[in-house]
Nanobody, 115 residues
Framework: QVRLVESGGGLVQPGGSLTLSCTAS????????MGWYRQAPGKQRELVAV???????NYADSVKGRFTISRDNAKNMVFLQLNGLKREDTAVYLC?????????WGQGTLVTVSS
């Protein structure tokens, strides 16, 4: 069993910054992919950024240059630095863990960008 717990969401003004954290616990294997998706009200879940344990990354075009994903493999944590936030970034951000056919989701943390 793998469990993911996110933190760091909140209310921020346009142009502001936030840092999201996700901690994985349970039966964690080193060769995995962890990352972040988001789901806005009335919209489909979409990839934000993912990172393999080897350091390869993939970002959504809409966040390139503004968001940065990083990992601490020793602590089984993944982070998302959100800079230059826009109103359209408002969503529930969900942590994701993938190992082969196993895919686990966190409960999500809400990011609201509003003045």
């Amino acid at each position: 069993q793998v469990r993911l717990v996110e933190s760091g969401g909140g209310l921020v003004q346009p142009g502001g910054s936030l840092t999201l954290s996700c901690t994985a616990s349970g039966s964690i294997f080193s060769r995995n992919r962890m990352g972040w998706y988001r789901q806005a009200p009335g919209k489909q879940r979409e990839l934000v950024a993912v990172m393999t344990s080897g350091g390869n990354t993939n970002y959504a075009d809409s966040v390139k240059g503004r968001f940065t994903i990083s990992r601490d493999n020793a602590k089984n944590m993944v982070f998302l630095q959100l800079n230059g936030l826009k109103r359209e970034d408002t969503a529930v951000y969900l942590c994701n863990y993938v190992l082969g056919s196993l895919e686990v989701w966190g409960q999500g943390t809400l990011v609201t960008v509003s003045s």
